[in-house]
């Protein structure tokens, strides 16, 4: 169990999905949606091992979200057109795997 000073589960899993936290959490537990929405929620109790899995994701993701933010800002910097430069990040992503052929947490 964790501190009550410690993040909530659902704040965990909302660091690492921002946007559509309920779906992509169920891809990556391999969970339905509504079993997804009730572990964000509390409703449900997030197991110690899977909490713990999740919350060293988000150190990782923070920092990977700073490197993107520094390039963009560079490549703007550098006068890319901001359309090109969100064509380049689209190109960038479509090659990363979903996450639906990977086993889930």
Avoid: C, W
């Avoid at 964000?40 to 060293?56: A, C, F, N, V, W």
């Amino acid at each position: 169990m964790t501190d009550e000073n410690d993040p909530r589960p659902g704040d965990v899993m909302t660091a690492l999905f921002p946007v559509d936290t309920g779906k992509h959490v169920s891809v990556l537990l391999g969970v339905p949606r509504r079993s997804a929405d009730r572990l964000i929620s509390g409703y449900s109790r997030t197991p110690p091992k899977l909490l713990q899995k999740l919350e060293d994701q988000v150190e990782p993701r923070r920092q990977f979200d700073a490197a993107i933010r520094k390039a963009i800002a560079e490549a703007e910097a550098a006068g890319l057109h901001p359309l090109i430069l969100r064509q380049a990040l689209v190109d960038r992503a479509s090659v990363i795997d979903d996450g639906e052929h990977h086993e889930p947490f």
